[in-house]
């Protein structure tokens, strides 16, 4: 298994581009999440997935979009990137609704975006 | 609103040192709460977990209680090690059919020193 995996690694826009993160994970997991991670700051949910098809919005989901049309692949969009949105993102998933209450995520290795 | 206030950091310690990192929440109804750790250039691994009052999660030598009557759940070490420097969170999570909550600290950075 791959486990999560993110893509790109790293990326630079500038305001106002628009670009996909991409987050895929191979251990059939219904349960996916984006968070971004600011300095002094702890992660903070952007927008989370139950399963194919289902997306809920988290504490901070302004500015991105996402969509879930299979269970491996969760991408999350930013439709015109401000300076605000300078961070680093990670996805995360878990088997289900039931794992994730249970804090068992599994983090990919993170996207560190920097919008000038 | 759900909230999470850990101490600041750093926190620097010798080896063999006592840990005690603080952590506070607020929340409606009962949320389960956590630790996780994060090492450079890493995501987030969970450390340990508690799900309901007066329970103790413990892994690694780590170990933190839910206290219900002060809102709290300090993680607590007897004898950190070098390979303990990280950074620490605490999180809380709620999950509500359609608006689930998972809710971090800004995170502890400790460091311990040879």
């Known amino acids: 298994n791959a486990g999560v995996t993110q893509t790109p690694k790293f990326q630079v826009l500038k305001t106002g581009q628009s670009m996909t993160l991409q987050c895929a994970q191979d251990?059939?997991?219904?349960?996916m999440s984006w968070y971004r991670q600011d300095p002094g700051m702890g992660l903070r949910l952007i927008h989370y997935?139950?399963?194919?098809?289902?997306?809920d919005q988290g504490e901070v989901p302004n500015g991105y979009n996402v969509s879930r049309s299979t269970t491996e692949d969760f991408p999350l969009r930013l439709l015109s990137a401000a300076p605000s949105q300078t961070s680093v993102y990670f996805c995360?998933?878990?088997?289900?609704?039931?794992?994730?209450?249970?804090?068992?995520?599994?983090f990919g290795p993170g996207t560190r975006l920097t919008v000038l | 609103g759900n909230s999470v206030t850990q101490m600041e950091g750093p926190v620097t310690l010798s080896e063999e040192a006592f840990l005690t990192i603080n952590c506070t929440y607020t929340?409606?109804?009962?949320?389960?709460l956590f630790w996780y750790v994060q090492y450079p250039g890493e995501g987030l691994q969970l450390l340990l977990k508690?799900?309901?009052?007066?329970d103790k999660g413990s892994n690694k030598g780590f170990e933190a209680t839910y206290r219900k009557e002060t809102t709290s759940f300090h993680l607590e070490k007897g004898s950190v090690q070098v390979s303990d420097s990280a950074v620490y969170f605490c999180?809380?999570?709620?999950?509500?059919?359609?608006?689930?909550?998972?809710?971090f600290g800004k995170g502890t950075r400790l460091h311990i020193l040879p």
């Open positions: 999180a809380l999570i709620q999950l509500m059919n359609r608006d689930d909550k998972i809710i």
């Open positions: 251990m059939n997991h219904e349960y």
């Open positions: 995360a998933s878990t088997f289900d609704r039931g794992t994730a209450l249970g804090g068992e995520q599994f």
């Open positions: 929340a409606t109804g009962y949320p389960s």
């Open positions: 997935s139950v399963g194919a098809g289902i997306t």
């Open positions: 508690a799900t309901k009052a007066d």
